[in-house]
Every structure is written in C-alpha cells, then in structure tokens.
C-alpha cells in the first residue's frame, strides 16, 4: 500500500490519483490531485515527485493530474487540470508544454482528462469542455473535433472523459452525460450512442 507520508519526500505526493502508466524502463507514473506527477522506481522503493515550481518554466504546469500516456517512442504525455500538456524530457528531466493560446492549432481546452495515441501515431486528447483534439506529431498542430449542435456529423458532447482506439482504427469517444460516439477517422463517419429512458 501507498500513501503519502508528509514527513517522507519520497513517498507517494498525493492520496488521490487519478492516473497510472509504466514507462520503457518499468517505472510507474501516478498522477494526483494537486500533489503534482509521482513516479515510483520499483528497484529502489521510492517516489520522485514532479510538482509545479512558478519560477521554472519547465516544470510540470499544473499539480492536477488526469491522464498519463506513453507513446511509441517512450516519450510521457502528461495532462493536467488547467495547465494543458506536459511532455517529460528523460534526457532533460524536464517537461515541454502545450496550452491553450489564442492560435487555432494550438489546444482546445486547458482542463485536460485523458491522453490516447493512435496507431498512425496520432494523439487523441479529451478534454473538459472544449471537446476532442488531434495532435499531428510531424505538423506540431492540434486539429479540433468539437459538439455541433443539432449535427450528427459531430462529436455528442465537448466534455470528453475517455477515448479509446478499437482493432478497427475507430475512435469510441465517452462524454460526460452526453453518451458515447464512435468516430472512423478514415471516413470521418460518426454513430453515436445514448441511454434512451423509454
């Protein structure tokens, strides 16, 4: 069992997690409510904590942690509640970021709630408000997938809790109380899925 231990830097640096992913070199990334990102080395026992610092700007930008995803290449993808994305540097042991700006291509939304790469490569955030976005790693621009309403061709809701990539390369998106839509990216075709009372 992990708990954080207030009189022990290197324990766990919050009770509450809200995400979990292993590395290439088998270490565990947990992130937390404002504790920040703790990563556990199961070789030494221990928890090194990664938390914002205001005056280093390659610190991780927010100590609100919702999703950790590990791409092809090994790099973590952190996001966070209101500091958008980190992405850890293992050489630098830094993080890059990517934040809402007033830019189209950049992020949607601060507030993000998951992270997902795509077989192509691609990576898929969810965010809390501003809808799906697409990250084109050669490009270095988000593409935005938001709720039109009234149109089925869309997303069914801009806050969106999780997506995941089926065999078939479709996206199944899950919102907060609006249902799931599954996506096909190829074709740009949407179905969507929702709790009908009757």
């Given at each position: 069992r992990f708990i954080n231990d207030k009189n022990d830097p290197n324990s766990l640096s919050?009770?509450?997690v809200y995400?979990?992913?292993e590395d290439n070199n088998g270490d565990i990334w947990v992130g937390t409510e404002n504790?920040?990102?703790s990563v556990y080395h199961p070789a030494t026992g221990i928890f090194y904590n990664y938390l914002?610092?205001?005056i280093d700007e390659k610190s991780i930008s927010h100590n609100s942690v919702y999703s950790i995803c590990k791409d092809a290449y090994g790099s973590i993808w952190v996001g966070t509640f209101?500091?958008?994305?980190?992405?850890?540097?293992h050489d630098e042991r830094r993080f890059a970021h990517y934040k809402h700006t007033m830019d189209k291509n950049s992020l949607s939304h601060n507030n993000v709630l998951c992270i997902t790469e795509s077989k192509k490569g691609n990576i898929w955030i969810g965010t809390d408000g501003?809808?799906?976005d697409m990250f084109n790693p050669v490009t270095k621009k988000f593409t935005h997938f938001i709720n039109q309403p009234g149109n089925k061709n869309s997303?069914?809701?801009?806050y969106v809790l999780n997506v995941t990539e089926d065999s078939k390369g479709s996206l199944w998106?899950?919102?907060w109380a609006d249902g799931i839509t599954v996506f096909d990216p190829s074709q740009n075709m949407y179905r969507h899925f929702k709790n009908d009372p009757a």
């Amino acid at each position: 069992r992990f708990i954080n231990d207030k009189n022990d830097p290197n324990s766990l640096s919050a009770d509450v997690v809200y995400a979990i992913n292993e590395d290439n070199n088998g270490d565990i990334w947990v992130g937390t409510e404002n504790g920040g990102l703790s990563v556990y080395h199961p070789a030494t026992g221990i928890f090194y904590n990664y938390l914002h610092d205001d005056i280093d700007e390659k610190s991780i930008s927010h100590n609100s942690v919702y999703s950790i995803c590990k791409d092809a290449y090994g790099s973590i993808w952190v996001g966070t509640f209101a500091g958008g994305i980190n992405i850890f540097s293992h050489d630098e042991r830094r993080f890059a970021h990517y934040k809402h700006t007033m830019d189209k291509n950049s992020l949607s939304h601060n507030n993000v709630l998951c992270i997902t790469e795509s077989k192509k490569g691609n990576i898929w955030i969810g965010t809390d408000g501003g809808g799906m976005d697409m990250f084109n790693p050669v490009t270095k621009k988000f593409t935005h997938f938001i709720n039109q309403p009234g149109n089925k061709n869309s997303i069914c809701g801009n806050y969106v809790l999780n997506v995941t990539e089926d065999s078939k390369g479709s996206l199944w998106i899950g919102t907060w109380a609006d249902g799931i839509t599954v996506f096909d990216p190829s074709q740009n075709m949407y179905r969507h899925f929702k709790n009908d009372p009757a």
